[in-house]
């Protein structure tokens, strides 16, 4: 029997129903060759990759990708039922944290959960949008994993549901996450660069001042200290901001191991028949 509505009997049926259903849908494909690019196929792209390989053409990853994007294209509906269910497993954890912390209301915590759901089938589309898109690069895609965040936009829905101390709570316990995963990734890309060049104390703390700031989670309102100073906030941000900080022989010293990086990487890539993409970078790889 299938259960009653919302039971977990009744969605064990429905998610069965669906994988049979994907699953038919996948064999179909298969067996048509139906690709969302009109007269090539999975088969047809691949067979020319590996002729490019055989004589010695260039092939990136991307080059890759850009061969199995129409078939990801045609599994977009599987996928984004799959992230959208493992997205479900995180929503008890966190809506249960947050009723601890801030003693939510029933009511409160059926609105939380529905925000969970909503978050989880937008970014699963979003996501779906994002791989089928022709501009899209395995930078792009490794990129946004490594960025997945469930709360991500939580500040202006609790915004609504609290008050008073409560909220002033939630906002600064907020902030303190958000500040600490900001210096986790500037020590990161700092300590990179450093491991090149032998940064001294005051370079450190100004490359660490201008990855923090290239943050996607960077806010103005952030006090970041190093070496007991407050960072200069009118440094910049990014990577061509980071190597401006160089002294001369320190930019020589950088750019010979960036070749050196990058040359080693694509003998690596040789050995298997494929080359580096343009933009690769030391700092990023």
Do not use: C
């Not at 599987?78 to 009723?99: K, N, P, W, Y």
Request: charged letters at 30%.
């Amino acid at each position: 029997m299938p259960g009653a509505e919302g039971s977990p009997e009744q969605r064990v049926v429905r998610l069965e129903s669906e994988l049979k259903q994907a699953r038919n849908e996948i064999a179909a494909l298969q067996a048509s060759g139906k690709r969302s690019r009109p007269g090539q196929t999975l088969g047809d792209g691949l067979r020319s990759l590996a002729q490019d390989i055989r004589e010695g053409r260039p092939v990136t990853p991307d080059d890759l990708f850009r061969n199995f994007q129409p078939l990801l294209r045609d599994l977009a509906p599987l996928f984004e039922r799959i992230r959208i269910r493992e997205a479900g497993r995180q929503v008890d954890s966190l809506t249960g944290e947050l009723t601890r912390k801030y003693n939510l209301t029933p009511a409160q915590q059926e609105s939380l959960k529905e925000w969970f759901k909503q978050k989880a089938e937008r970014d699963a589309k979003d996501w779906s949008a994002m791989v089928g898109s022709n501009g899209t690069t395995l930078e792009d895609i490794a990129r946004a994993s490594r960025n997945v965040r469930p709360d991500e936009g939580l500040d202006a829905f609790m915004a609504k549901t609290l008050s008073g101390d409560k909220l002033a709570d939630f906002q600064n316990q907020r902030m303190v996450e958000r500040t600490s995963r900001v210096e986790q990734e500037a020590d990161m890309r700092m300590e990179r660069l450093n491991g090149i060049v032998q940064l001294d104390e005051s370079q450190k703390d100004q490359v660490f001042g201008i990855m923090a700031r290239g943050s996607s989670e960077y806010d103005p309102s952030m006090k970041l200290v190093g070496s007991g100073e407050e960072i200069d906030a009118g440094l910049g941000a990014g990577d061509a901001a980071a190597l401006a900080v160089l002294r001369p022989e320190q930019r020589a010293a950088y750019d010979a191991e960036h070749e050196r990086r990058r040359a080693e990487a694509q003998k690596q890539m040789n050995e298997i028949g494929l080359s580096l993409p343009e933009n690769w970078d030391a700092l990023d790889h």
